[in-house]
């Protein structure tokens, strides 16, 4: 007996019935309902069904990929890019993060994801790390996941992961003359003043790209 009889089923099913798949594909009646019988058709019979139907032909003969055309297979594990989660508790002092603070995992992102969504091809100098807190709610949610871009820039109005007298700090940097202003986004919270002189203790890991928040 053919083993695609509950894959053209679905398809049959799906499609209005054996006579509309006759009618789309030029397969007769008889034939396909000999096929939901159990015997097996000519491939180029499965051909005219797939091309007819939007099904893949791939999937209708062997059960293998993906059920129709404008599916995509799930990614391999080989495809998938993995953006490294750091113990962010484990920060001590400033510019020490990623040299002290462990790799808990890694957490795996699509191509497509980090292509789309950061407009990146690669994920040189992504890092990830759990939010603490909800002094920037509700933006970034306590115990989000935050993606960091360490790589070198320079500081515009936006959101950073920075360190600050050993402690470890996730806020709104903004220019101001001759300082920063570290701003959260929870109003509860009073904005500081790095100064100048204080720059010795302040070391910028990286602007977050993106956030995961939990729900």
């Not at 006579?19 to 096929?35: A, D, E, L, P, T």
């Not at 920060?91 to 191509?111: K, R, V, W, Y």
């Not at 407009?119 to 603490?132: K, Q, Y």
């Not at 992961?161 to 001759?178: E, I, M």
């Amino acid at each position: 007996m053919w083993d695609g009889v509950e894959r053209l089923r679905i398809v049959v099913d799906e499609c209005g019935g054996t006579s509309m798949i006759s009618s789309k594909s030029g397969q007769s009646v008889s034939s396909i309902n000999n096929w939901l019988r159990g015997t097996e058709p000519k491939f180029t019979a499965l051909a005219d069904i797939a091309k007819a139907t939007g099904y893949s032909l791939d999937w209708l003969a062997t059960g293998e990929g993906p059920m129709r055309l404008d599916e995509k297979p799930e990614p391999s594990e080989s495809e998938f890019m993995c953006v490294p989660r750091y113990d962010a508790a484990a920060s001590c002092g400033a510019g020490a993060f990623l040299d002290q603070a462990p790799i808990l995992d890694e957490i795996p992102f699509t191509p497509v994801f980090i292509s789309k969504k950061l407009g990146r091809s690669t994920i040189d100098g992504l890092v990830l790390i759990d939010a603490r807190g909800d002094s920037m709610e509700p933006t970034i949610a306590d115990g989000a996941l935050i993606m960091i871009d360490t790589k070198p820039a320079a500081v515009t109005s936006a959101v950073y992961a920075f360190t600050y007298d050993g402690a470890l700090f996730v806020k709104r940097l903004n220019h101001l003359p001759d300082a920063l202003e570290a701003r959260s986004d929870n109003k509860e919270y009073p904005p500081f003043i790095i100064e100048k002189h204080q720059m010795d203790n302040f070391k910028i890991l990286g602007r977050v790209v993106w956030v995961g928040h939990m729900i």
